[in-house]
C-alpha cells in the first residue's frame, strides 16, 4: 500500500482503502436520510401565506432537491449503500 491509499486517493490499481470506502459510504447514507427531511416541509409549505403557484412552484423545487440529494447519497454509498437499503427495505 502507498501513501495515495490512506487518503482515499486510488492508486494505479484503481483501489482505494478499506477507510475511504467507510467513509464514503458513511456520507452517503447521511445525505440519502437527508433528503427524506423535506416530506415532514410539505405540509408545512401549503401553510404558507404565498399564492397556490408559489406553493407548488416550492413543492418541485424541494422535490427534485431531495432527489438530487438522493441520488448524490447513492452514488457515493456505492453497492454497500444499495445493499444496506435494500436489508432495511425487507425488515
Not at 501513501?3 to 482505494?16: F, L, Q
Not at 475511504?20 to 404558507?48: D, H, Q
Not at 441520488?71 to 425487507?90: H, I, N, Q, V
Request: hydrophobic share 50%; charged share 20%; with cysteine.
Amino acid at each position: 500500500m502507498d501513501a495515495s491509499e490512506y487518503r482515499g486517493i486510488p492508486n494505479e490499481t484503481g483501489r482505494c482503502a478499506p477507510n475511504a470506502k467507510r467513509v464514503r459510504f458513511f456520507a452517503g447514507t447521511i445525505l440519502i436520510t437527508v433528503s427524506f427531511l423535506v416530506y415532514p416541509a410539505y405540509p408545512i409549505i401549503m401553510l404558507l401565506p404565498f399564492s397556490a403557484q408559489i406553493k407548488v412552484a416550492t413543492v418541485v423545487a424541494a422535490s427534485l432537491l431531495s432527489w438530487g440529494i438522493f441520488g448524490a447519497g447513492f452514488l457515493l454509498a456505492g453497492r454497500e449503500g444499495y445493499d444496506w437499503l435494500k436489508g432495511r427495505w425487507r425488515r
